[in-house]
T-cell receptor, first 108, second 115 residues
Framework: QQPVQSPQAVILREGEDAVINCSSSKALYSVHWYRQKHGEAPVFLMILLKGGEQKGHEKISASFNEKKQQSSLYLTASQLSYSGTYFCGTRTGNQFYFGTGTSLTVIP | DAGVIQSPRHEVTEMGQEVTLRCKPISGHDYLFWYRQTMMRGLELLIYFNNNVPIDDSGMPEDRFSAKMPNASFSTLKIQPSEPRDSAVYFC?????????????FGPGTRLTVL
């Protein structure tokens, strides 16, 4: 079952914050986040394992609530380079899925 | 490591022709995934292998699609005969699912256009 992401699209001004959510109808073992720029392959950002952990990398962090089968990606003080489409990827047992994607555009 | 390598990067063919896409995963990775991406359907998992064995091919659209992994360093995705609706970017990704890591590393993709 493909995870559902929200919002589908968001436009930010440089320096603003954003939250992207990923929800699954199935119990999750792990959630990973990717960013894809136009015409390029998805690039890994971070992975979260069940256990409700939270991770951060510079101004991008994420949380994973396994009870709610949800993950959120937090982008703070956004930069122009953050523009792209963000995907969550999930694993449930031996099943792998990618989310519907969130288009994020950062404008000056 | 050079990362996941895919060839060709671009392929233009006519309807009815056979198309073969190739992928070399990262050395040491034990999982290999084939994806298709279109504007309409987003990123779709077609098939994945574990230790060269196909595990789940439920995403393969129809019998015209087939995938093989004869050894740990090479996989092919074949479409025969090709149709215009097969036009998409096809990504190969590999992963080492050991310990707690199941990050997928994507190749640059093959842009397929079927006329």
């Amino acid at each position: 079952q493909q995870p559902v992401q929200s919002p589908q699209a968001v436009i930010l001004r440089e320096g603003e914050d954003a939250v992207i959510n990923c929800s699954s109808s199935k119990a999750l073992y792990s959630v990973h986040w990717y960013r894809q720029k136009h015409g390029e392959a998805p690039v890994f950002l971070m992975i979260l394992l069940k256990g409700g952990e939270q991770k951060g990398h510079e101004k991008i962090s994420a949380s994973f609530n396994e009870k709610k089968q949800q993950s959120s990606l937090y982008l703070t003080a956004s930069q122009l380079s953050y523009s792209g489409t963000y995907f969550c990827g999930t694993r449930t047992g031996n099943q792998f899925y990618f989310g519907t994607g969130t288009s994020l555009t950062v404008i000056p | 490591d050079a990362g996941v390598i895919q060839s060709p990067r671009h392929e233009v063919t006519e309807m009815g022709q056979e198309v073969t896409l190739r992928c070399k995963p990262i050395s040491g990775h034990d999982y290999l995934f084939w994806y298709r991406q279109t504007m309409m359907r987003g990123l779709e998992l077609l098939i994945y292998f574990n230790n060269n064995v196909p595990i789940d091919d439920s995403g393969m659209p129809e019998d015209r699609f087939s995938a093989k992994m004869p050894n740990a360093s090479f996989s092919t995705l074949k479409i025969q005969p090709s149709e215009p609706r097969d036009s998409a970017v096809y990504f190969c990704a590999s992963s080492f699912i050991g310990g707690h890591s199941d990050t997928q590393y994507f190749g640059p993709g093959t842009r397929l256009t079927v006329l």
